[in-house]
């Protein structure tokens, strides 16, 4: 079993960022691949960004390139997510999720195997 824990959500201004953190703990994390979702009220489970954990090879939604940079540390087996230039629409729970099999495609949350509690980020306008 793998357990994931977000933090790093909040409330936070329009224009400005937000670093959030995945914390994995359990057996040996080494997924195959680590993403990061979002859900609004109302609205589906939306993909953000991925990483291919062994090659570090890195994927994210074109609502959100050049804004949102997904990075991991290897050694605290954490997986984050800085988000720049923040807007009202990026206000959601914010979800890491970790698959331990081939998955595609990579923006389906039903081919995750594990999920964290999700954090709540909220940008005021």
């Known amino acids: 079993q793998v357990q994931l824990v977000e933090s790093g959500g909040g409330l936070v201004q329009a224009g400005g960022s937000l670093r959030l953190s995945c914390a994995a703990s359990g057996r040996t994390f080494s997924p195959y691949i680590v993403g990061w979702f979002r859900q609004a009220p109302g609205k589906e489970r939306e993909f953000i960004a991925a990483?291919?954990?062994?090659?570090?090879?890195?994927y994210s939604t074109d609502s959100v390139k050049g804004r949102f940079t997904i990075s991991r540390d290897n050694a605290k087996n954490t997986v984050y997510l800085q988000m720049n230039s923040l807007k009202p629409e990026d206000t959601a729970v914010y979800y890491c999720?970790?698959?331990?099999?081939?998955?595609?495609?990579?923006?389906?949350?039903?081919?995750?195997?594990?999920w964290g509690q999700g954090t709540q980020v909220t940008v005021s306008s």
């Open positions: 999720a970790a698959a331990y099999g081939t998955i595609q495609p990579m923006g389906v949350p039903g081919g995750y195997d594990y």
């Open positions: 990483m291919r954990w062994s090659a570090g090879i890195t």
